[in-house]
């Protein structure tokens, strides 16, 4: 059985930093976190962690930004 919840949603910096208190947190655990593998491929966090094996902390699940793009701005300021 497919686990709904997404396993990095417990140490993941969006609900401990940028969106922590907000009115969008329960939205996008729903939306992204709990929403089983559909959420996880839609999810521009979980898609970048999983190419190189960690994320910004200021990328949202729904980042405008390409999975390259934020790699390559990783790769510029010396995170990977």
Known sequence: M???LCPKTPKC????GILKGTE???TYKKL???????GR????????AEKVGIC???IL???VKTVDEIIEKMKK???I
């Not at 910096?13 to 401990?16: A, D, E, L, V, W």
């Not at 992204?32 to 559909?38: I, V």
């Not at 491929?41 to 970048?48: A, E, I």
């Open 77 to 79: 300021e010396g995170i």
């Open 41 to 48: 491929l839609k999810c521009r966090r979980f898609q970048v």
């Open 32 to 38: 992204y976190c709990e929403a089983g593998e559909d």
């Open 24 to 26: 969008y947190t329960d």
């Open 56 to 58: 910004p902390p200021d």
């Open 2 to 4: 497919e686990a709904v």
């Open 13 to 16: 910096p969006i609900f401990h």
């Open 61 to 63: 699940p729904n980042s």
